[in-house]
């Protein structure tokens, strides 16, 4: 099991932008493909975002074509998913994970190790 801690959430009027970070300690995070997930009150928790180890990424929920931005910087042993345009339905909590499969994947029994989440709430 990996540690993973995300970091960014919080509350942003609709139309807001936000940057979630996901940071790992002990080990390259490099090394791994990494998801990130959201879960809504009530809602099973669904895919968003993912990037392999060689930078290829994935959008996972057509809902976020064209607003949200996954990246790592390998140097800083980290994952980010830059958020703009935020909507309501955007709320939830945002989750990273890493997985050992080389190819991106929404399947959440791909990822391995959890973190334990952010809260992401928009609203006016």
């Known amino acids: 099991q990996l540690q993973l801690v995300e970091s960014g959430g919080g509350l942003v009027q609709p139309g807001g932008s936000l940057r979630l970070s996901c940071a790992a300690s002990?080990?390259?995070?490099?090394?791994?493909?990494i998801g990130w997930f959201r879960q809504a009150p009530g809602k099973e928790r669904e895919g968003v975002s993912c990037?392999?180890?060689?930078?290829?990424?994935?959008n996972l929920a057509d809902s976020v074509k064209g607003r949200f931005t996954i990246s790592r910087d390998n140097a800083k042993n980290a994952v980010y998913l830059q958020m703009n345009s935020l909507r309501p339905e955007d709320t939830g909590v945002y989750y990273c994970?890493?997985?050992?499969?080389?190819?991106?994947?929404?399947?959440?029994?791909?990822?391995?190790?959890w973190g334990q989440g952010t809260q992401v709430t928009v609203s006016s």
């Open positions: 002990g080990f390259p995070l490099g090394s791994y493909t």
């Open positions: 990037i392999n180890n060689s930078y290829g990424t994935t």
């Open positions: 994970a890493a997985s050992s499969i080389i190819y991106c994947s929404g399947e959440r029994t791909a990822f391995h190790s």
